[in-house]
Protein backbone atom coordinates (compact mmCIF):
# COMPACT_ATOMS: atom_id res chain seq x y z
CA UNK A 1 0.00 0.00 0.00
CA UNK A 2 1.49 3.60 -1.06
CA UNK A 3 0.82 5.43 2.11
CA UNK A 4 0.51 9.55 0.05
CA UNK A 5 0.65 12.68 2.36
CA UNK A 6 -0.97 15.82 0.35
CA UNK A 7 0.76 19.32 0.94
CA UNK A 8 -1.85 21.73 0.09
CA UNK A 9 -2.97 25.67 1.40
CA UNK A 10 -5.97 24.58 3.56
CA UNK A 11 -7.85 21.50 4.13
CA UNK A 12 -10.66 21.97 1.22
CA UNK A 13 -8.45 21.97 -1.59
CA UNK A 14 -6.30 18.62 0.41
CA UNK A 15 -9.66 17.13 0.48
CA UNK A 16 -10.38 17.73 -2.83
CA UNK A 17 -6.99 16.29 -4.48
CA UNK A 18 -7.65 13.44 -1.86
CA UNK A 19 -11.20 12.30 -3.57
CA UNK A 20 -9.19 11.48 -6.50
CA UNK A 21 -7.44 8.70 -4.75
CA UNK A 22 -10.05 7.18 -2.72
CA UNK A 23 -10.80 4.36 -4.75
CA UNK A 24 -7.11 3.84 -5.92
CA UNK A 25 -5.93 0.38 -5.38
CA UNK A 26 -2.88 0.68 -3.53
CA UNK A 27 -3.26 4.43 -2.80
CA UNK A 28 -3.93 5.37 0.74
CA UNK A 29 -4.06 8.68 1.80
CA UNK A 30 -2.64 9.00 5.87
CA UNK A 31 -2.72 12.78 5.93
CA UNK A 32 -2.58 16.58 4.87
CA UNK A 33 -0.13 19.05 5.96
CA UNK A 34 -0.45 22.97 5.60
CA UNK A 35 2.23 24.56 2.75
CA UNK A 36 2.04 28.00 4.51
CA UNK A 37 3.84 26.83 7.46
CA UNK A 38 6.93 24.08 8.45
CA UNK A 39 5.80 20.61 7.64
CA UNK A 40 9.15 18.86 7.57
CA UNK A 41 8.44 16.94 11.19
CA UNK A 42 4.95 16.01 10.65
CA UNK A 43 6.17 14.17 7.71
CA UNK A 44 9.03 12.47 8.70
CA UNK A 45 6.45 11.00 11.61
CA UNK A 46 4.17 9.75 8.95
CA UNK A 47 6.95 7.93 7.13
CA UNK A 48 4.72 8.24 3.44
CA UNK A 49 5.70 7.00 0.19
CA UNK A 50 4.26 9.36 -1.53
CA UNK A 51 3.99 13.55 -0.73
CA UNK A 52 2.07 14.95 -3.39
CA UNK A 53 2.83 19.29 -3.47
CA UNK A 54 -0.07 21.32 -5.01
CA UNK A 55 1.05 24.40 -6.71
CA UNK A 56 -2.59 26.08 -7.66
CA UNK A 57 -0.85 29.23 -8.37
CA UNK A 58 2.09 28.39 -9.82
CA UNK A 59 3.87 30.75 -6.96
CA UNK A 60 7.49 30.24 -5.84
CA UNK A 61 6.56 28.81 -2.56
CA UNK A 62 5.94 25.33 -4.13
CA UNK A 63 9.88 25.23 -4.62
CA UNK A 64 10.40 25.39 -0.84
CA UNK A 65 7.85 23.05 -0.31
CA UNK A 66 9.34 20.13 -2.74
CA UNK A 67 12.84 21.31 -0.57
CA UNK A 68 10.30 20.66 2.79
CA UNK A 69 8.97 17.77 1.66
CA UNK A 70 12.22 16.12 0.53
CA UNK A 71 13.82 16.95 4.21
CA UNK A 72 11.18 15.40 5.94
CA UNK A 73 10.59 12.09 3.71
CA UNK A 74 13.88 11.54 2.28
CA UNK A 75 12.62 7.80 0.94
CA UNK A 76 9.30 9.07 -0.52
CA UNK A 77 8.67 10.22 -3.80
CA UNK A 78 7.81 14.09 -4.13
CA UNK A 79 4.97 14.59 -7.05
CA UNK A 80 3.91 18.52 -7.82
CA UNK A 81 0.25 18.77 -8.80
CA UNK A 82 1.12 22.14 -11.29
CA UNK A 83 -0.47 24.60 -12.13
CA UNK A 84 1.52 25.14 -15.45
CA UNK A 85 3.53 22.23 -17.39
CA UNK A 86 5.78 24.20 -19.32
CA UNK A 87 9.74 23.37 -20.03
CA UNK A 88 11.02 25.97 -17.08
CA UNK A 89 8.29 25.10 -14.83
CA UNK A 90 9.54 21.05 -14.94
CA UNK A 91 13.05 21.92 -14.86
CA UNK A 92 12.59 24.14 -11.97
CA UNK A 93 11.07 21.93 -9.88
CA UNK A 94 13.10 19.04 -10.87
CA UNK A 95 16.03 20.80 -9.44
CA UNK A 96 14.02 21.80 -5.92
CA UNK A 97 13.84 17.68 -5.77
CA UNK A 98 10.56 16.34 -7.15
CA UNK A 99 10.43 12.86 -8.58
CA UNK A 100 7.62 13.90 -10.92
CA UNK A 101 4.82 16.59 -11.57
CA UNK A 102 1.35 16.19 -12.76
CA UNK A 103 -0.92 18.84 -13.92
CA UNK A 104 -3.52 20.12 -12.42
CA UNK A 105 -5.75 19.83 -15.65
CA UNK A 106 -5.67 16.22 -15.37
CA UNK A 107 -9.38 14.44 -14.25
CA UNK A 108 -9.87 13.35 -10.76
CA UNK A 109 -10.55 9.68 -11.62
CA UNK A 110 -7.07 9.71 -13.19
CA UNK A 111 -5.04 11.56 -10.92
CA UNK A 112 -4.97 8.61 -8.17
CA UNK A 113 -3.76 5.91 -10.90
CA UNK A 114 -0.65 8.56 -12.05
CA UNK A 115 0.35 8.80 -8.20
CA UNK A 116 0.27 4.98 -7.77
CA UNK A 117 2.26 4.37 -11.19
CA UNK A 118 4.71 7.49 -10.42
CA UNK A 119 5.28 5.82 -6.40
CA UNK A 120 5.57 2.12 -7.94
CA UNK A 121 8.33 3.46 -10.43
CA UNK A 122 5.93 2.64 -13.94
CA UNK A 123 5.90 6.00 -15.67
CA UNK A 124 8.41 7.22 -17.82
CA UNK A 125 8.24 10.65 -17.46
CA UNK A 126 9.12 10.60 -13.63
CA UNK A 127 12.06 12.21 -13.83
CA UNK A 128 15.64 11.61 -11.08
CA UNK A 129 15.61 15.22 -9.20
CA UNK A 130 17.86 16.84 -10.23
CA UNK A 131 18.87 19.01 -7.72
CA UNK A 132 22.31 21.02 -7.36
CA UNK A 133 25.11 18.81 -7.10
CA UNK A 134 26.95 19.64 -3.16
CA UNK A 135 30.74 19.32 -3.36
CA UNK A 136 31.99 16.02 -2.68
CA UNK A 137 33.25 17.18 0.92
CA UNK A 138 29.56 18.37 1.61
CA UNK A 139 28.18 14.87 0.66
CA UNK A 140 30.77 13.44 2.66
CA UNK A 141 29.51 15.11 6.13
CA UNK A 142 25.73 14.34 5.11
CA UNK A 143 25.00 17.83 4.34
CA UNK A 144 22.30 18.72 2.10
CA UNK A 145 22.63 21.25 -0.76
CA UNK A 146 20.07 23.35 1.53
CA UNK A 147 22.24 22.80 4.57
CA UNK A 148 25.29 23.59 2.99
CA UNK A 149 23.67 27.22 1.85
CA UNK A 150 22.73 28.33 5.12
CA UNK A 151 25.93 27.25 6.76
CA UNK A 152 27.52 29.85 3.97
CA UNK A 153 25.30 32.28 5.39
CA UNK A 154 25.56 31.69 8.94
CA UNK A 155 29.61 31.84 8.41
CA UNK A 156 29.05 35.27 7.21
CA UNK A 157 27.71 36.23 9.98
CA UNK A 158 23.52 36.38 9.33
CA UNK A 159 21.04 36.14 11.92
CA UNK A 160 18.32 33.55 11.66
CA UNK A 161 16.17 35.94 10.64
CA UNK A 162 18.18 38.15 7.71
CA UNK A 163 18.56 34.14 6.71
CA UNK A 164 14.75 33.24 6.61
CA UNK A 165 14.49 36.51 4.54
CA UNK A 166 17.18 35.91 2.14
CA UNK A 167 15.74 32.53 0.89
CA UNK A 168 11.77 33.43 1.39
CA UNK A 169 11.16 30.66 4.59
CA UNK A 170 10.49 31.03 8.25
CA UNK A 171 12.87 31.07 11.00
CA UNK A 172 11.55 27.47 12.45
CA UNK A 173 12.87 26.46 8.97
CA UNK A 174 15.71 27.50 9.80
CA UNK A 175 16.26 26.51 13.06
CA UNK A 176 15.00 22.87 11.90
CA UNK A 177 18.16 23.48 9.08
CA UNK A 178 20.47 24.14 11.30
CA UNK A 179 19.79 21.44 14.10
CA UNK A 180 20.57 18.76 11.14
CA UNK A 181 23.44 20.36 10.47
CA UNK A 182 24.34 21.01 14.07
CA UNK A 183 24.05 17.01 14.51
CA UNK A 184 25.98 15.96 11.19
CA UNK A 185 29.10 17.73 11.99
CA UNK A 186 29.22 16.94 15.80
CA UNK A 187 28.82 20.17 17.05
CA UNK A 188 26.67 22.58 19.50
CA UNK A 189 26.54 26.45 17.87
CA UNK A 190 26.68 28.43 15.15
CA UNK A 191 30.61 29.08 15.81
CA UNK A 192 31.96 25.91 16.16
CA UNK A 193 29.44 24.81 13.21
CA UNK A 194 31.18 27.40 10.62
CA UNK A 195 34.76 26.53 12.19
CA UNK A 196 34.09 22.60 11.61
CA UNK A 197 32.76 23.70 8.08
CA UNK A 198 36.10 25.34 7.30
CA UNK A 199 38.15 22.59 8.79
CA UNK A 200 36.15 20.23 6.77
CA UNK A 201 36.79 22.31 3.58
CA UNK A 202 33.29 22.97 3.40
CA UNK A 203 33.72 26.38 2.91
CA UNK A 204 36.32 28.96 1.70
CA UNK A 205 38.69 29.90 4.16
CA UNK A 206 38.03 33.94 5.36
CA UNK A 207 40.92 36.15 4.63
CA UNK A 208 42.96 36.48 7.50
CA UNK A 209 42.66 40.33 7.90
CA UNK A 210 39.15 39.61 8.08
CA UNK A 211 39.58 36.29 10.89
CA UNK A 212 38.90 38.02 13.94
CA UNK A 213 35.50 40.41 12.52
CA UNK A 214 34.41 36.96 11.36
CA UNK A 215 34.28 35.16 14.78
CA UNK A 216 33.31 38.28 16.48
CA UNK A 217 30.41 38.35 14.24
CA UNK A 218 29.38 34.73 14.93
CA UNK A 219 29.76 35.01 18.61
CA UNK A 220 27.12 37.81 18.42
Same mark, same amino acid.
Given at each position: ?53 ? =? ?7 ? !??? *????? %? &?? #??? +? ?60 ? =? ?7 ? !??? *????? %? &?? #??? +? ?57
Amino acid at each position: MNRVVIVADDVQSAQTIGRGLRHTPNCHVIGYVSGRRPFAMAIRSAAPDVVLVD =DPAGSADVY !ERI *REARL %G &AE #NAK +IVVLAAAMDDDKLQAVARAGAHAAISRAIPAASLGTLVREIAEGRVYHAFTPSVEEPDATAE =DAGLTPREL !EIL *RLVAG %G &AS #NGQ +IARELWVTEQTIKFHLSNTYRKLGVENRTQASHAAYGLGLLDPPRIESRRRLDTALAA
